[in-house]
């Protein structure tokens, strides 16, 4: 039933409480870890693969940001679409079938969609990055051991860091997912749109052709 649920309806599944605890218990002492360890011995190379890793972390928010304008472009785009497609979704000449199928696809395209755009939404909204501030430089500027001491710093930003870039690149997975069946709701709808009148009117003929009539022969009787 979950996973007839997860492909018409994706949700993200949140953490229990005992998770939540074991990550934060694990998250303080790896802090504890990074401030009590002695890296004098390997300072520079730390400190070298420390850089590498904070401007990954950055080039991959930044990537979230650009992919979550991007499907809002797009989102935006299909606006006029769906107002096109509102006449002949529901129309009066058309079977009650045809109709109600159509909007009930319409209706979850839709849906899709809105969902879509919320969660874009919330990949772009305002939040927090860790990064060294120019009083930390000069803090550690004064130190003997400023190289061990600024690799720490840095490898602390990236590890608070990973958390809020994480959250936002699973924003824009969510995104995606939404997006992509917004966009095969949509293309069902046109393939219906496009390939039932000409079925019905393929089953009518075969009907009028092959069944027997229904209508009773006229018998002429003579006194």
Known sequence: MSGFREF??????????????????????FRASIQQDDWNLGAAVVLEEARRLYDAEAERRRSADTKAGIYLAAITA???VLTSLIPSVWN????????GTSLLIFALAVCYLVNA????????KVSRFNQLHSSDLVRLAGSAESPMALAKEITLAIHLNYPLVNEKVTCIKMTHVFLLRAFLTFALLMVMQGLWPPVTSAFDWAKEKYLPSDTAPIVMCYI
């Open 8 to 29: 018409f309806w994706p949700i993200l599944e949140k953490q229990t409480v005992a998770e939540a605890q074991a990550e934060s218990d694990s998250e303080s002492k």
């Open 78 to 80: 299909l606006v006029p």
């Open 117 to 124: 755009g919320l969660w874009a939404f919330h990949t772009l």
């Open 92 to 99: 009066d000449k058309a079977s009650a079938i045809f109709s």
